[in-house]
């Protein structure tokens, strides 16, 4: 995880109320990933980035937005939450298509 | 801990044998493979990849193996630890500009 962080690690919100989830790098790397896990599936990719303010939809894209304003930072928000979002989040960055390396996640409920 | 294991297969090896994981991949087009580590509670750490121009690739006490014929990869892990216990799963990439997919991983329970 060294170079990579994720914020916050666990959240707990209602629905219907927006949520940012925070992913922050050190490495300069070009590409950044946001990942979904849930039981029963693999991990499932719901936006990436590869550059500044360069960004587009993943598999399971409905209901979140990224933002991608310096290289460090990679946003995801919740427009306004539903209890399917309930999941655990991964960040990862690369320096190439095919580099990934995984943040520590993050546990958010929705009730 | 991650609750993403709960329902996945499990492999259960004694510690000092060897282990066999096994992943069965969608896309006869895939032409890079990855094998990731994931623990309890922490994000997946890359273990080894290799290329469908490859059959075979080693690296520190694990070995990956890609059957293309059969569109099969395995990962060897020698000498199995209490280190190694964790949640196990391939990638696969459906082609050049394609993003990784990713499988749904085996958990590795390794007796003392």
């Known amino acids: 995880d060294a170079g990579i962080t994720q914020s916050p690690r666990h959240k707990v919100t209602e629905t219907g109320t927006p949520v940012t989830l925070r992913c922050h790098q050190t490495?300069?790397?070009?590409?950044m990933y946001w990942y979904r896990q849930d039981p029963g599936h693999g991990l499932r990719l719901i936006h990436y980035?590869?550059?500044?303010?360069?960004?587009d939809k993943g598999e399971v894209s409905d209901g979140y937005s990224v933002s991608r304003s310096k290289t460090e930072d990679f946003l995801l928000t919740l427009e306004s939450a539903t209890s399917s979002q309930t999941s655990v989040y991964f960040c990862?960055?690369?320096?190439?298509?095919?580099?990934?390396?995984f943040g520590p996640g993050t546990r958010l409920t929705v009730l | 801990g991650e609750s993403v294991g709960l329902h996945l297969p499990t492999l259960s090896v004694q510690e000092g044998d060897n282990s066999i994981i096994n992943c069965a991949y969608s896309?006869?087009?895939?032409?890079?493979f990855i094998w990731y580590k994931q623990e309890s509670g922490k994000g997946p750490q890359f273990i080894i990849d290799?290329?469908?121009?490859?059959d075979k690739r080693q690296g520190q006490r694990v070995t990956v193996l890609l059957n293309k014929t059969v569109k099969h990869l395995s990962l060897q892990i020698a000498a199995t630890q209490p280190g190694d216990s964790a949640v196990y799963f391939c990638?696969?990439?459906?082609?050049?500009?394609?993003?990784?997919?990713f499988g749904k991983g085996i958990t590795l329970s390794v007796r003392p």
């Open positions: 990862a960055i690369g320096s190439g298509p095919n580099e990934q390396f």
């Open positions: 490495e300069n790397h070009r590409y």
């Open positions: 980035s590869y550059g500044v303010k360069d960004t």
């Open positions: 896309n006869s087009a895939s032409d890079y």
């Open positions: 290799i290329r469908s121009n490859m």
């Open positions: 990638a696969e990439r459906p082609g050049a500009n394609s993003k990784l997919t």
